[in-house]
């Protein structure tokens, strides 16, 4: 008896030993990782979105190496240095402009010299808001300083808004030149990326399904960013610099606003018609140049439905509400280049679930399906 309980009490320290060690090694384990997070957390954005440029990119990348007869080096430099030129100097002059129209706005609301064009008579017959918005427009066009002063501590929310998002704007851009520059060295040892990626999805998922959540992962990543983010910016930087040619104001801030509709799936005619209509309302142009400006404005903005055959050979498996959820949540959280690591990471979150709700579901129909064997001989 005395035998027995001294075995039953060996192994209860046994056991409360190795709980106590595989709880002490957990502990320490998590600790380790909270303190790497920490120390990663100022970089996790930036290599994000290195990582998703670079799963873009990175058959143009193999493309340029074999030319260059397979120096991975050579091709992610000569790569990263034309994407700098190519991205870099439109965007600069959009911002330029941005920046111009936000200060000649301010400066003009400083020296009351902003002019307000008196409302016309059919505004004040509009459903709902049009008695209220001419009245408005109307105390605009005869006291515009007067409506200033009333409204300066709402204005200063809104300049204060208005300059936080030009900031943001600009930081991004640096963040996304910084970004690139980490892809091309991610691109630059991109097989070695390779195997590793499949490694921890194997790990994670098993050797059963790793490799084909793997290639899931990548294919969802090329067709978000190349279909709908690719397309919108390009997009944008095309319609901004239309623009500047016609000589349209505020160009850098529609350029942001055709961005952001682009990434919700939204057409840039919205932007281009206005702009469109406000050329031919002015007054200050010729009949010859208002119509090569509304030629050149109206292709802009159906530039989309070229680019997306082009740059991707089918439309994106997650459903635009999704990407737009992505978007917007992203720029919530983490500005203009949130919003494109956004929309990433949730239409890759929604591929991957479905795929592994679809798995499970032909895993039941197939055993549903399964004959069963015959039923045994019932006993004399």
Request: aromatic share 6%.
């Amino acid at each position: 008896m005395d035998t027995k309980l001294e075995s039953e009490a060996a192994v209860e320290s046994r056991l409360t030993a190795s709980f106590l060690e595989a709880l002490i090694r957990a502990g320490l384990l998590l600790a380790l990782v909270m303190i790497c997070y920490k120390v990663f957390s100022p970089f996790l954005v930036l290599m994000v979105w290195a990582l998703i440029l670079a799963v873009t990119l990175y058959p143009l990348h193999q493309s340029i190496a074999r030319k260059m007869g397979g120096r991975q080096g050579l091709a992610a430099t000569t790569l990263v240095l034309i994407g700098l030129i190519l991205i870099v100097t439109p965007c600069a002059v959009l911002m330029n402009s941005l920046g111009d129209s936000v200060r000649g706005l301010v400066e003009n609301v400083q020296s009351n010299s902003v002019e307000i064009p008196p409302p016309r008579e059919s505004v004040a017959k509009w459903p709902v808001i049009g008695p209220k918005v001419h009245a408005a427009w109307t105390q605009a066009h005869n006291d515009f300083p007067g409506l200033v002063k009333s409204l300066q501590p709402k204005i200063g929310d809104l300049a204060k808004t208005a300059l936080g998002f030009v900031a943001a704007i600009g930081g991004g851009l640096l963040m996304f030149l910084a970004s690139f520059i980490v892809a091309g060295i991610i691109m630059a040892f991109g097989r070695s990326g390779e195997a590793g990626c499949l490694a921890i999805f194997n790990r994670i998922i098993g050797p059963e399904h790793g490799g084909e959540f793997a290639r899931l992962s990548t294919a969802t990543i090329r067709a978000v960013a190349q279909g709908v983010i690719g397309v919108a910016f390009i997009q944008a930087i095309i319609i901004g610099i239309c623009l500047l040619i016609c000589g349209v104001p505020w160009a850098g801030v529609l350029s942001a606003i055709v961005l952001v509709l682009g990434i919700a799936q939204v057409p840039a005619v919205i932007v281009t018609l206005p702009a469109i209509i406000y050329i031919w309302s002015s007054g200050t142009y010729g009949t010859g140049a208002a119509v090569a400006y509304s030629v050149l404005l109206f292709v802009a903005g159906m530039a989309d439905n070229v680019l997306k055959p082009l740059m991707l050979g089918r439309g994106v498996d997650a459903p635009m509400p999704i990407i737009l959820l992505g978007a917007l949540g992203g720029m919530a959280t983490g500005g203009i280049l949130g919003m494109f690591v956004g929309a990433t990471l949730l239409a890759l979150g929604y591929q991957i679930f479905m795929s592994w709700v679809s798995n499970n579901s032909n895993k039941e129909s197939v055993a549903a399906s399964t004959p069963r064997g015959p039923a045994p001989a019932a006993g004399p």
